[in-house]
Nanobody, 126 residues
């Protein structure tokens, strides 16, 4: 069992930045992928970013490319989502997910992850 805990959400003005953190625990080693999803009120959960276990490959949804950066610290079993130039439409609950057994090719879908955090709320005011 892997426990996933996110932090770093909050209220921020449009154009500003936030950094989300996600720490995974309960599993030895760090050979698992990590991803960020978000869910706005009344909307389905959507993919935001993914990073492979080695950190050598990253993927983003088009709406955040050039503004968001996903990274990870293997020694700390922690992934980060640096969010710059935030927009009101980025407002959502952000969820971190860990992929251990799920198909690696499903990184853009919730099917690509086995464990989820409780989410951290991000609100961007205009």
């Amino acid at each position: 069992q892997v426990q996933v805990v996110e932090s770093g959400g909050g209220l921020v003005q449009a154009g500003k930045s936030l950094r989300l953190s996600c720490t995974a625990s309960g599993r030895s080693g760090n050979r698992y992928s990590m991803g960020w999803f978000r869910q706005a009120p009344g909307h389905a959960r959507e993919f935001v970013a993914h990073i492979t276990w080695s950190g050598s490959n990253t993927y983003y949804t088009d709406s955040v490319k050039g503004r968001f950066t996903i990274s990870r610290d293997g020694a700390k079993n922690t992934a980060y989502l640096q969010m710059n130039s935030l927009k009101p439409e980025d407002t959502a609950v952000y969820y971190c997910a860990v992929g251990v057994y799920a198909p690696a090719t499903e990184w853009g879908s919730t099917r690509g992850y086995d464990y989820w955090g409780q989410g951290t709320a991000v609100t961007v005011s205009s």
